[in-house]
């Protein structure tokens, strides 16, 4: 565009809204009712007048007011200027404000607005409440610079707006931040709808309020609940309740993940199965281990085939198993199941008796055997056990839930009261557990023994079960109770074996003859 002024020979007389920067002139129409010409008039009065001073070229001229009297001479100059910043450009400039704020340099945000022409064309006020909103619900930081570099989609798709508000209202925030991250960067807009009324669906099944967002946090939420509909979710509900479904769900989330028809269908079908058709007692196995699920169909079916043709059990004795220790189907086949089955086999026992053993037992299929079997065995082999008996196996099977440290201080323990290693083992083999009991316990039922009572340690050789006894509970009670009538020299056998009913009828026959 061309504008025309007068000038003077010696001055420029510019109306005020004209300014010169470093490149061109730039003007600013005056806001006047009627337009003025630019050609001053003979008669016009005298005006403010400006000449150029210190020209730079970083910004504006600077000007100065002169006095400048009635024009002798007018001539015409011709100059170009730019029309003022329009307000698209005042808006990108601030929207180059906002994502620095978040950490995008003016490259990174030029790339974004690039590649997302639609963010120039959106309202800054709607992308400054969007990213309000993320920060809201946690996502802060870099990891709000992240999600906005890898999915600029979130600043504008409608769709969040629903999610956001719920999670940060209904749900209190509680939701992790990183699991909103994963959401909206790897799903599409679309795939968030309905989040709301799944989440509310789980709720109305049964999962406790104060649990749903350990739910939500534990679970891949666009496996669990993006990708499924109302009726998929629905329907995995509605087949897990029989076996405490809300329970396992509540404890393993990641059970959400899974396909209904291809996954959780065929595991469940087929512990069910192995156990003749016991609905609650395929209920408890899940419930003991969830995580059994996370096994494949195949992984499972292995272990039990190698049960069935290796050890020689029955279907109803290998589900007996799992029932008791479900980590059973976690132990590696070669690694551990087959060791360990050798070496019962080698010890002398039957199917039968492994049967028992592992029912009794379990964790010995679970144990490291550098770092645990082998120091027990070592443990009993010194106090007198014969290697590869059955009554190692049983003695190694008693010794499974105590740590090896335990059971080296009740042996110590043992010795330190005079019992020697082949007293220790007749002890063992009388009563199998009395190497895993606690040792400070077993001290101040055998300082009671001595000091209380004034028996020998050595009729422990005869009646070792009296260490399984509670002390204050039944030993203390009955001994107290039995001595005033009995006297001290009463057998610790007949003391503590008999049932609580019968001790108690015996001494209401007592009170009665002595009235």
């Known amino acids: 565009m061309v504008a025309a002024i007068t000038v003077l020979t010696d001055s420029f007389c510019l109306p005020s809204s004209v300014f010169l920067n470093s490149h061109a002139l730039t003007y600013s129409p005056p806001k006047l009712q009627s337009p003025h010409p630019l050609y001053a008039s003979p008669t016009a009065r005298p005006r403010e007048c400006f000449s150029l001073i210190n020209v730079n070229t970083t910004y504006r001229t600077e000007l100065r007011p002169l006095t400048c009297p009635q024009p002798a001479k007018r001539f015409l100059l011709q100059c170009s200027y730019l029309d003022p910043p329009t307000a698209f450009q005042n808006e990108t400039g601030m929207l180059f404000s906002l994502f620095r704020e978040i950490g995008l340099n003016e490259k990174e945000t030029d790339l974004l607005l690039d590649k997302n022409p639609t963010l120039r064309s959106t309202s800054l006020d709607k992308i400054r409440a969007r990213l309000l909103a993320l920060q809201s619900v946690g996502i802060n930081g870099f990891a709000l610079y992240w999600l906005v570099t890898k999915c600029p989609s979130v600043l504008i798709a409608e769709e969040i707006d629903s999610v956001i508000g719920f999670v940060h209202d209904d749900l209190e925030g509680k939701v992790e931040p990183a699991q909103l991250e994963r959401l909206f960067s790897t799903t599409g807009a679309g795939f968030v709808l309905g989040f709301d009324q799944k ?300 049932s609580a009913n019968r001790f108690s009828t015996k001494k209401k026959a007592k009170s009665l003859v002595n009235d």
Request: charged letters at 25%; one cysteine or more; proline letters at 4%.
């Open 199 to 498: 989440v509310n669906l789980l709720l109305h099944h049964g999962v406790p309020q104060e649990k749903i967002a350990h739910v939500l946090n534990n679970v891949n939420l666009i496996k669990a609940i993006c990708s499924k509909s109302v009726e998929e979710l629905e329907r995995t509900i509605t087949f897990l309740k029989p076996y405490h479904g809300i329970e396992i769900i509540v404890r393993r989330p990641a059970i959400l993940n899974y396909d209904l028809d291809s996954q959780l269908i065929p595991k469940i079908q087929f512990l069910e199965e192995l156990s003749g058709g016991d609905e609650d007692a395929t209920g408890t196995v899940l419930r003991k281990l969830p995580a059994i699920l996370s096994y494949s169909l195949e992984h499972m079916e292995g272990h039990v085939e190698f049960l069935r043709s290796y050890v020689g059990l029955s279907d109803p004795e290998i589900f007996k198993i799992i029932l008791v220790f479900p980590n059973m189907v976690s132990a590696s086949k070669e690694r551990k199941l087959r060791p360990r089955i050798e070496f019962l086999k080698q010890c002398g026992l039957n199917s039968n008796d492994i049967f028992k053993f592992l029912t009794r037992a379990p964790l010995f299929l679970a144990l490291s055997f550098e770092d645990n079997l082998a120091h027990k065995l070592g443990f009993l082999v010194k106090i007198g056990y014969e290697y590869r008996t059955k009554e190692l196996a049983v003695a190694l099977g008693a010794v499974t839930r105590t740590s090896c440290e335990n059971m080296q201080k009740v042996i110590g323990l043992f010795l330190s009261y005079g019992l020697s290693c082949e007293d220790i083992y007749a002890m063992s083999k009388k009563h199998p557990q009395i190497l895993q009991y606690n040792p400070s316990s077993l001290e101040e039922k055998m300082v009671y023994l001595v000091e209380e009572m004034g028996r020998e340690v050595r009729e422990l050789l005869t009646f070792p079960a009296f260490l399984g006894y509670k002390l204050d509970d039944r030993i203390k009670h009955r001994y107290e109770v039995k001595k005033k009538t009995v006297g001290k020299r009463m057998s610790l056998n007949k003391l503590l074996s008999v």
